[in-house]
């Protein structure tokens, strides 16, 4: 798995040399060369980025190079975002990753995992997008208001825990 540090990817103002000069990109390259992913069921490579949409907003990106699909997932589900950060990462992400084996090419997809019905959960929403796309499950039981407030609270602070136990 490699990630960015989240103010590498910020839209829409964004800073094309840094993004091209962060080290990960060699690295996930090195990565992909050294692995047979299109052979070895058992060997899985992703890419996770945390994007900073318009100073106020946390989006994620998901790239999982076995299947050479492109995971959006903006928490607030707003239609507008998913176009601007797919076209984004066609042009400033995507051809600094590994390329997909020919004749495949990556494929963009929206997630919807459950809607963030506040302004300031986007970042506990992105958390929990990349543990399950992790893991490789989906989620249940957050399709009511009071759920989700309830679930978002306990991780919260399950978030906090991992951070302190970690230190």
């Known amino acids: 798995m490699f990630t960015v540090p ?33 052979r070895d069921s058992s060997v899985n490579l992703f ?7 318009d ?14 699909e492109v995971v959006i997932y903006d928490p607030q589900n707003t239609g507008d975002r998913f176009d601007a950060i797919k076209g984004f990462l066609k042009t400033q992400v995507l051809p600094l990753l590994p390329a997909p084996e020919s004749p495949k090419r990556f494929r963009f997809t929206r997630i919807d995992l459950a809607p963030q019905l506040d302004d300031y959960n986007c970042g506990v929403f992105v958390l929990l997008f990349i543990e399950l796309q992790l893991y490789g499950v989906q989620v249940t039981g957050l399709d009511s208001e009071i759920r989700s407030r309830e679930a978002m609270e306990f991780f919260h602070y399950r978030y906090l825990s991992l951070i302190l136990a970690s230190m």
């Open 6 to 38: 989240s103010e590498i990817l910020r839209y829409p103002r964004y800073d094309t040399k840094a993004i091209q000069d962060h080290p990960v990109w060699s690295k996930l390259k090195m990565a992909a060369a050294s692995m047979d992913l299109s």
């Open 47 to 53: 890419f996770f980025g945390v994007i900073h949409y």
């Open 55 to 68: 100073w106020n907003h946390w989006c994620a990106v998901g790239v999982n190079f076995k299947t050479s």
